[in-house]
């Protein structure tokens, strides 16, 4: 009996934090776009599946799962209220925000698909596993990290095709998402970090434009200007043995680096004062960063490296949409039902972040029920096991989320009735 009363407890408590995230992401919306946003969210959680058949089965209605489908993908196609689902979510991740500098990871990642031909707009990709060239969509991605643990905040989360109309390049993708993402910052200060992709003078002086600073990892075949001489990073970073020793660990595996800096400029960027950190000890060849952050101190070295090495996070998430919730099996063909589908997955990110960095009672419960090998304090990133804490428990419960539906019942309307006089 106490098992059972825990478990209904953990169901109910479960099933109450998706309702009450869920009425914030569709505040202010019409009462068909709340519902539906409640039923996907509860369906990513209970299915673990970005398919709409997972989903619908999930959701436990009495009627024929296949009803259950057409109007999911109907809502997802006829859905209209864009810009209310991102003022509301930009409410939510404007309070997890620092007041002060806020880390920004920006990284693409790619949606692979080779077996399909009728989705819309299906460009070509890299498979970032294999190297091959395969059909696909990307992603552009900027999260910010929790404040206490470090999880992925997603702010920006945009599914794009090469090949569709309104494609005019990657940079302008890129352009988008830094735009969005200093509309949510607001008065708020951010550093954007990003990988080799991203070294590319267009976007620095982007971000630089925006008053917000930069640490990308840099090309070794770019070129800069250190004592009046032009020289590749590579040459460079060569001359940098490194003074500062720093131990690292990321994914369980320990680095013992040694790090440098020097301060540099870029040809095209003349004037404009940048920092080179030079890091031996992830591989044979040194790992360079570039930043307009000024480090003088060993401190402001090792903490640009720090800010750098947070990257993995977003990595993380990539393997977490992935493999948790099977994002590469997604099925719906318009852009429009894909790249909300892809947004709804963001959020569920977040919701699972937002409860990790309470650490409450709940969150130990969803851990607990997931039975990982690993004990607690082993875990550096919980969102594996807490989506499968929350599969494991909502899995138990056969009543979906319909009786937390608030319907609004027609009155009877009364006709005014006047008694006659005899």
């Known amino acids: 009996m106490k098992n059972y009363n825990t478990l209904s407890r953990d169901i109910y408590t479960a099933k109450r934090s998706i309702l009450n995230f869920s009425s914030k992401l569709s505040e202010g919306m019409q009462k068909p776009n709340r519902k539906f ?6 369906g990513l959680a209970k299915g673990k599946s970005v398919l709409l058949s997972d989903i619908a089965l999930a959701l436990e209605e009495s009627i024929d799962p296949i009803q259950t489908i057409k ?19 930009k409410k939510i991740t404007q ?87 200093r509309d949510i910052l ?22 630089l434009s925006q008053n917000d600073d930069f640490i990308i990892r840099l090309k070794k075949n770019r070129h800069l200007i250190y004592q009046n001489k032009k020289l590749s990073v590579r040459g460079l970073a060569l001359r940098r043995k490194g003074k500062i020793n720093f131990r690292s660990e990321i994914k369980g595996n320990v680095y013992d680096l040694k790090v440098s800096h020097i301060t540099v400029e870029i040809p095209s960027l003349k004037g404009q004062k940048l920092t080179m950190v030079v890091v031996y000890g992830y591989g044979k060849d040194p790992m360079v960063l ?25 990595e993380e998430m990539f ?53 990982g090998l690993k004990a607690k304090n082993q875990i550096k990133m919980f969102l594996y096991r807490f989506s499968a804490g929350m599969k494991a428990i909502l899995e138990k419960d056969t009543h979906g989320i319909q009786h937390y539906k608030y319907i609004e019942k027609v009155h009877d309307t009364k006709q005014l009735e006047l008694e006659l006089a005899l």
Not at 37 to 42: E, Y
Request: no cysteine.
């Open 95 to 181: 309070s997890q925000l620092k007041s002060g500098d806020n880390l920004v990871i920006v990284d693409t990642s790619e949606i692979i698909k080779p077996y399909s031909n009728k989705l819309e707009a299906l460009g070509q990709v890299r498979d970032g596993s294999t190297g091959k060239i395969e059909k696909g969509y990307w992603t552009t991605n900027m999260i910010a990290v929790g404040k206490k643990t470090k999880h992925p905040l997603p702010l920006y989360s945009h599914l794009y095709s090469s090949v569709e109309e309104e494609f005019i390049s990657e940079n302008e993708e890129t352009y988008k998402g830094l735009d969005h993402v």
């Open 71 to 89: 109007r999911l993908s109907s809502r997802l196609e006829e859905f209209h209220e864009e810009e209310q689902l991102l003022a509301n979510y």
């Open 37 to 42: 946003l409640m039923d996907m969210l509860f």
């Open 290 to 314: 570039l930043t307009n952050k000024q480090a003088k101190k060993k401190d402001e070295v090792l903490s640009i490296l720090k800010a750098y090495i947070t990257r993995w996070r977003i």
């Open 186 to 207: 607001g008065d708020k200060k951010a550093t954007f970090i990003m990988d080799r992709d991203y070294d590319n003078v267009k976007i620095m002086k982007k971000v």
């Open 319 to 371: 393997r977490v949409q992935k493999q948790e919730f099977g994002l590469e099996g997604i099925r719906v063909r318009s852009l429009k039902r894909l790249n909300l589908l892809f947004f709804l997955v963001s959020t569920m990110i977040t919701f699972m972040t937002l409860k990790i960095e309470k650490k409450n009672g709940f969150f130990h419960a969803i851990i607990e029920r997931a039975r």
